[in-house]
């Protein structure tokens, strides 16, 4: 495996009061443990993506109070890669200077031998030359995972960058990622139980709430990941994060009751 | 080369319907010629036609390029200094709500008859199509892009002309092929309101004398060159920005 210094522990605390005045969250205490992936799970609008653009030092619609710190003191600025659900490829730039974008954004020299050999480690080595609209999702995806990896960043930010894959491109695309991020502190927002319950050290839902968003108790697993979707661990796992997800919201009348 | 039959093929339905309406209306020559009295023009007075012609497509084309200068310029303006939104933009929409027609006379006035003020006018007529295509194309790159650009560390310089300008070219591209249209009728514009060359003078010096064929020879030669220009800048927009899925089809 690579010799990475290892991903700082990441801790995002505070309220984020939305611009309608409703709290999207109060009081919120994130955690995730350095040098592993801690997965976020969570309905879609209760601030899962809010809750990384905040870690990632991106604006966010509302006021924040608090703040977003790595364990070891120093700033996450300048040490975060980040991968969102679209592949946020320059449509323009062929895949070899996709790869390269972030050096070009710093006006740095890209680093030409390590774009190739991490295209090489994405399988797509003969793809160098092809603009993105001649690839397919699966492709992309790959191609920023690439330019992710090019940024060899301690820390990586995702933003359900699995989801919009089919099941078995998603499966290959989360076990090279796993692969090729050992080391890095990752936090994947995303919601899909199995998901997590295959990546994470670590998941946590994030309980909606009228009055403020909360995190449920974090979901500790027996085994290590990268995890066999079929072993018991990863199960139960999917269970219990399932199970979470679909308790009625806080106010809302429990299923079942008639009108 | 099926659109190029597919021209061809409604000019030709279109000079048939006119031959038609001349005959069957039995038209003098002053109200409306036949094509073949315009055709016998064009080759008659051909020298008079280029000669003209000449004049209007170089005091299109410099009209074009500052127009689109200057087109360019504003988009960038505005988007990068809410100064010259707040000052800058309220100006381009009035600018727009005085029509080419009404301040040709003027420019003539002040830049005289030769080529300068048909020139200035062209690019009056065509900068606002081009700053705000341009602008509205920089404003709507992809936000999930900027967003990763600014965690990568990119400045607001890098932004604009990494992410910001590349994906606005499409844009631009349409901007600029509806004033590659546009600017020689604009020029034709500024002849008629005091010129001594150019196809908009040789058609009121014409109308002026009841030549209604050579009229309409100076107009179908202004129309020809408006719609190569038109395909022209079409063509070297869709291969600069081949990358675009909207660039392919639109006429």
């Known amino acids: 495996m690579r010799d990475l210094a290892r991903g700082p522990g990441l801790r995002l605390r505070g309220d984020l009061t939305l611009p309608e005045g409703r709290p999207l969250f109060r009081s919120l205490d994130f955690r ?27 604006e966010v619609a509302g006021t924040f109070r608090g703040e977003a710190s790595a ?7 300048g040490r975060a890669a980040w991968m969102a659900q679209s592949d946020l490829l320059a449509p323009w730039l062929p895949v070899r200077e996709n790869v390269a974008f972030g050096a070009r954004l710093r006006r740095e020299k890209p680093d030409w031998a390590r774009v190739d050999s991490l295209l090489a480690e994405v399988g797509l080595k003969d793809w160098a030359g092809a603009r993105p609209s001649a690839l397919s999702g699966g492709m992309r995806q790959r191609v920023a995972l690439a330019r992710t990896l090019m940024e060899d960043r301690p820390i990586a930010l995702m933003d359900e960058a699995f989801s919009a894959l089919d099941a078995g491109t998603r499966a290959r695309m989360q076990e090279l990622a796993f692969d090729l991020l050992q ?20 998941a946590y839902v994030l309980v909606p709430d009228p009055a403020g968003a909360r995190l449920a108790e974090p979901h500790r697993f027996r085994t290590p990941p990268l995890r066999d979707p079929a072993s018991p661990d990863a199960l139960a796992a999917q269970a219990a994060l399932l199970a979470e997800l679909r308790k009625p919201p806080v106010g809302e009348a429990p299923e079942g009751r008639a009108p | 080369m099926r659109r190029f039959t597919d021209v061809l093929v409604s000019a030709a339905g279109l000079i048939a319907l006119w031959a038609l309406l001349v005959e069957l209306a039995d038209l003098p020559p002053y109200m409306l010629p036949s094509p073949w009295r315009v055709a016998r023009v064009f080759w ?9 012609a000449g004049m209007t497509i170089w005091e299109s084309l410099a009209g074009f390029a500052l127009g ?20 800058l933009g309220p100006f381009l929409v009035l600018s727009q709500s005085v029509p080419t027609f009404a301040l040709a006379p003027l420019i003539v006035l002040w830049l005289g008859f030769g080529p300068e003020s048909k020139i200035v006018v062209a690019a009056i007529g065509i900068y606002f199509v081009v700053a705000s295509n341009f602008y509205d194309g920089l404003r709507r790159a992809d936000p999930g892009l900027l967003d990763m650009a600014r965690v990568m560390g990119a400045s607001r310089s890098t932004e604009l002309w990494r992410i910001r300008i590349p994906a606005a070219l499409p844009a631009l591209g349409s901007g600029l092929k509806v004033a590659a249209a546009y600017a020689p009728i604009a020029a034709a514009v500024g002849e008629w309101a005091g010129a001594s060359k150019g196809l908009g003078y040789l058609m009121l010096y014409a ?35 081949s990358w675009a899925p909207e660039a392919r089809q639109d006429p």
């Open chain 1, 32 to 58: 995730a443990e350095p040098g592993v992936w801690t997965c976020l799970l969570g309905a879609s609008g209760v601030g899962k993506s809010t809750l990384l653009r905040l870690l990632g030092g991106l």
């Open chain 1, 71 to 77: 364990a070891d003191g120093a700033p996450i600025s």
């Open chain 1, 183 to 202: 080391g890095r502190t990752v936090i994947l927002a995303t919601h899909d139980p199995g998901e997590a319950a295959r990546l994470a050290s670590r």
């Open chain 2, 44 to 52: 008659t007075d051909h020298a008079t036609l280029w000669l003209n």
């Open chain 2, 68 to 87: 689109s200068a200057a087109g360019i310029s504003a988009g960038i303006a505005l988007m990068t200094s809410s100064l010259a939104r707040r000052w």
């Open chain 2, 207 to 241: 109308n002026a004398r009841l030549k209604i064929d050579l009229m309409f020879a100076a107009l179908l030669t202004l129309a020809v060159f408006g719609l190569v220009f038109h395909a022209l800048v079409g063509w070297a927009a869709r291969r600069l920005t």
